[in-house]
């Protein structure tokens, strides 16, 4: 009898894959090419009966699984369940037709949306289970989520979940896993769940001590507190000419607010189609050099605030001079500290006293604690910030509401507009970058809710007039 002996699962966490087998990782998960159609045939056999369910490779699903390790860090029994999601809207009409059409932008961008709206919880500790996804994942992401729900509704219409019957005693099961992986170029690669959360937050946090001031930034926190690593202990060194490559694949850039519209137009100009903001991103590196080699500018954005210290009492009540002043001081920049801005941003660094927000100004404390992070022009939002945005609008709403109920003094109805008007001001951004039909998917009911206090729009001084619905 041969004995075994079975490694202490603190040995087991510490492995993680090099720079060059993620590398490797990343561009064959997201080849659309190589597994978009052996994903749909293998789907279509199944539900047409030519596959028994024991030969059927679920190869979707496993596609689905591995793309979501790339920017996620999540346990594996979170992995196996991302919900359904509507087609409505799509121009996707079933496997058929996915497998001779590609998604257009619009529709990738509406199938992001939707998993990332979801209400998706972690199974370990109950608390809010945030979906993050690069720009340069989103088309296989969009793609392979399809697949995965046309084939439900084909074979299990009651199902809640979309990825089926790939886990076997709480990790990836073999078969599916050696179908998926048979084209890989690294031979006796083994993808694991935990090596691959372990690489993630390594290949973060070593990028961060490069580019910026080594801490962890909230995004990191949030990946982490999703898996059980205190500590990553590794940093996965990555060749300096590929620092910025790297970081664009690894976060999510998906923010949104007068700050990033301000910064993107001073880079690129003024741009009408979203899709080219990935290239866009590259370009910096053509036209200023590599966004990672440049020298931080010591304290730059302490001094920011510093030369407009006088002006803080108008930001705190003057929305107009508030974001004028923003983007006097961005344009104000140089070359080298405007990208050093947005590396900040796109990596998460800048923090904010508020869950889903980067301040431009606050570095160490905020410069205004009275002030909510969700009201102030010098925060950025990142995509989660919206349902804490709708939530607070709806409730402002309701008071508003209440109020009307007695004979207002003009000043007090100015007030009230205004007072609402810093958060919808917020929500137009949003609308603009996600789209108004798919916010209103997320927020059921707000239209109906402004209508109600349409009498405080003409009192309105501040922002765009938005309580028109």
Not at 145 to 166: H, P, W
Not at 353 to 370: A, D, L, R, W
Request: charged share 25%; aromatic share 10%.
């Amino acid at each position: 009898m041969t004995l075994t002996r079975k490694l202490p699962r603190s040995s087991l966490e510490t492995k993680t894959y090099s720079y060059n087998e993620y590398q490797l990782l990343f561009n064959y998960t997201i080849d659309i090419d190589l597994h978009k159609q052996k994903a749909i045939n293998d789907a279509l056999d199944f539900i047409q009966g030519k596959k028994k369910a024991s030969s059927y490779k679920k190869y979707d699903s496993v596609w689905l699984y591995v793309l979501l390790h790339l920017n996620n860090a999540w346990r594996h029994s979170d992995c196996i369940q991302i919900p359904r999601i509507s087609l409505t809207g799509t121009e996707i009409k079933d496997l058929n037709w996915l497998l001779y059409n590609d998604l257009n932008k619009d529709d990738v961008k509406k199938i992001i949306f939707r998993i990332k709206a979801a209400d998706m919880s972690v199974s370990k500790t109950g608390e809010s289970r945030n979906f993050f996804c690069s720009k340069e994942v989103e088309q296989a992401m969009a793609t392979a989520i399809a697949i995965c729900e046309l084939r439900t509704r084909a074979i299990n219409d009651l199902s809640d979940t979309i990825i089926y019957k790939i886990n076997n005693q709480g990790t990836l099961a073999q078969g599916p896993k050696k179908s998926f992986f048979k084209n890989f170029d690294k031979k006796n690669f083994d993808f694991q769940n935990r090596a691959m959360n372990r690489t993630l937050l390594s290949l973060m946090a070593y990028i961060q001590s490069v580019s910026g001031n080594g801490h962890d930034s909230e995004y990191i926190k949030i990946l982490r507190s999703h898996v059980d690593f205190e500590t990553t202990n590794i940093y996965i060194n990555i060749p300096q000419e590929r620092l910025d490559q790297i970081a664009l694949q690894l976060f999510d850039r998906d923010m949104f607010g007068h700050i990033l519209d301000v910064l993107a137009e001073l880079i690129f100009g003024k741009q009408t189609e979203e899709e080219k903001q990935t290239e866009n991103i590259k370009i910096i590196k053509q036209k200023f050099g590599d966004i990672y080699k440049i020298e931080e500018t010591a304290n730059f954005l302490n001094e920011i605030h510093s030369i407009k210290a006088q002006a803080s009492h108008a930001f705190l009540t003057n929305h107009k001079e508030y974001k004028d002043i923003i983007e006097s001081i961005i344009r104000d920049m140089s070359p080298e500290e405007v990208n050093s801005l947005y590396k900040r941003i796109i990596t998460g660094q800048l923090p904010s006293k508020q869950k889903h927000y980067q301040c431009i100004v606050s570095e160490t404390n905020c410069k205004f604690p009275g002030r909510n992070c969700v009201e102030c022009p010098l925060s950025i939002p990142h995509f989660h910030a919206l349902s804490s945005l709708i939530e607070r609008i709806f409730k402002k709403a309701t008071i508003i509401y209440k109020e009307l109920e007695e004979e207002l003094p003009e000043a007090e109805l100015t007030r009230l507009a205004n007072w609402i008007a810093l958060d919808l001001d917020l929500l137009k951004d949003a609308q603009r970058k996600y789209g108004k039909q798919e916010i209103a998917m997320f927020a059921t009911g707000i239209n109906q809710k402004l209508k109600l206090i349409n009498p405080v729009r003409p009192y309105q001084t501040i922002g765009r007039n938005l309580i028109e619905r």
